[in-house]
Nanobody, 112 residues
């Protein structure tokens, strides 16, 4: 297990962009799947996107074409590039993989 620290959230207007980072305390190269999740107020946590160790990616339908997940094993970091943000993307975003404990997340607020 590694410890995960998310960062990069903030307040952005609709149509704007943010890049989230997830820094691991140790190597992620052996973690088969790393994912980004989000939880909006009053809703369950949902999977947004995941990336395998081989670089294959998968996205939730409501972010497909707008979000891009990537991983840099050399930096032990996973990224989530979010473009054309919408108010419904407002949530706390978390990364997770390999059975690691959940981090504190990073707040993303999309509002004019």
């Amino acid at each position: 297990q590694v410890q995960l620290v998310e960062s990069g959230g903030g307040l952005v207007q609709p149509g704007g962009s943010l890049r989230l980072s997830c820094a691991a305390s140790g190597s992620i190269s052996s973690i088969l799947v790393m994912g980004w999740y989000r939880q909006a107020p009053g809703k369950q946590r949902e999977l947004v996107a995941f990336i395998t160790s081989g670089g294959s990616t998968n996205y939730a339908d409501n972010v497909k074409g707008r979000f891009t997940i990537s991983r840099d094993n050399a930096k032990n970091t996973v990224y989530l590039q979010m473009n054309n943000l919408k108010p419904e993307d407002t949530a706390v975003y978390y990364c997770n993989g390999g059975g690691s404990p959940w981090g504190q997340g990073t707040q993303v607020t999309v509002s004019s």
